[in-house]
């Protein structure tokens, strides 16, 4: 399918040059595949999970935040459709530690090079059911329903499916006019672009997805991957504006962890809801 879909792009040398649907996911899918980095905003937890697990959990497209995600594409197709998010360009993204890296002063972002995340996803061929007896315990079951696992990058849809007019689909500054009656008009209708794109809102996020298919419903909302060591031995940790935490707990984890903290250490502060009202907000111990 991927080299199909390679051989169909032959040719294409922009994103304004896509006119299908097939041409379009294709295209996704190279320019996912071919980041220098990809980042990944998590907290503490997060990381510490992903270090003693070995592991990446990864969930079904349907336990989303982006609801609205969900009318795009289809409704059964989401129940195959398992998707971990990361963004691509190099700087810092405010929105994107305002929204993942919660709570603010467990706040990390994780940076794992392209050449070994696209090494990663290429040699993975098992996923593991997720299973939870308890808060931060889990257990791993392998399944075998693995159909499809690609890096892709994620195209940003505008205006309203049902208003008539044409509209725009954009990724990072590219930008592509749809004519509604044209191969491309029905594009957030399309059963094949379940997991391959969003309203244009969420385009500040530049995002890139690991996505995985299985060959059927495997009525598991969560599922997991092996990361292998050497891609862990790869990261670089970006501790977020307001982290608090101690950098050298992770340090004595990997005795190659490069970290560093913000560029914005201490000159940015995010709103606790606390503010708005009498309440003293109290911070966790």
């Known amino acids: 399918m991927q080299e199909e879909r390679c051989s169909e792009l032959k040719g294409i040398n922009s994103f304004k040059e896509v006119r299908s649907i097939d041409e379009l996911i294709g295209y996704l899918e190279i320019k996912g595949g071919n980041h220098r980095n990809y980042y990944h905003y998590t907290n503490k937890n997060g990381l510490n999970g992903i270090l003693r697990s070995r592991k990446l959990h990864i969930s079904r497209g349907d336990q989303m935040n982006d609801k609205q995600e ?22 810092e993204n405010m929105a994107m ?39 931060g315990s889990f257990e791993y079951h392998e399944l075998e329903e693995l159909d499809r696992i690609v890096l892709t990058d ?3 849809a505008s205006g309203k499916r049902n208003d008539g007019n044409n509209f725009k689909l954009r990724r990072s500054r590219d930008v592509l006019d749809v004519v509604r ?13 379940t997991g391959y794109i969003k309203n244009v809102a969420w385009s500040y996020e530049n995002e890139v997805r ?15 991957i092996d990361i292998p060591d050497e891609v862990i031995n790869s990261f670089e940790l970006l501790f977020g504006p307001g982290y608090e935490g101690r950098q050298e707990y992770f340090n004595d984890q990997l005795n190659v962890l490069k970290y560093e903290h913000s560029g ?22």
């Open 97 to 135: 530690w305002g929204l993942y890296g919660v709570p603010h002063e467990d706040a990390i972002r994780i940076t794992i090079p392209g050449t070994k995340i696209k090494e990663w996803i290429s040699s993975t061929d098992k996923v593991y059911r997720v299973e939870s007896s308890s808060p």
């Open 154 to 156: 994620v195209v940003y």
């Open 181 to 193: 009656n044209g191969p491309l008009g029905k594009v957030s209708d399309n059963k094949n672009m």
């Open 210 to 224: 690991i996505r995985v298919e299985t060959k059927r419903n495997t009525h598991c909302n969560m599922i997991a």
């Open 70 to 91: 969900l009318t795009k594409g289809d409704l059964q197709t989401w129940q195959k459709v398992y998707l971990a998010s990361f963004n691509y360009g190099d700087e």
């Open 264 to 285: 914005f250490k201490g000159l940015v502060q995010y709103r606790e809801k606390c503010w708005f009202c009498d309440h003293t907000y109290q911070k966790k111990i």
